[in-house]
């Protein structure tokens, strides 16, 4: 669901620009915030420093995603460092 008329297009092109505008977080940075125990909703992204806060506010709010799924929970910490990830 999107708010304010925002076309799908439209969020993904902001997310685009705020994603590669700042480098992925360090080994380090993901290492602490995994150790805070299992991240499995978008906003914990934004709560533990990994991502960007307006990229988890366009995910939840104009997109209403709020829960991930259970691979995304799963290959996260891989996926935010810019490595490839593949599920079969």
Known sequence: M????????????????????ESPPSDAEI??????GP????????????VEPS???T???SMGLKTMTQVQSLTISEAITGKDVYVA
């Open 31 to 36: 290492d602490e915030a995994t150790a805070m």
């Open 59 to 61: 995910l939840t709010e």
């Open 2 to 21: 999107m708010r304010h008329g925002a076309s799908a297009a439209a969020v993904e092109a902001e997310a685009e620009e705020q994603t590669y505008s």
């Open 39 to 50: 991240i499995t909703k978008f906003k914990q992204l934004a709560e533990r420093g990994l």
């Open 55 to 57: 990229i988890i506010r």
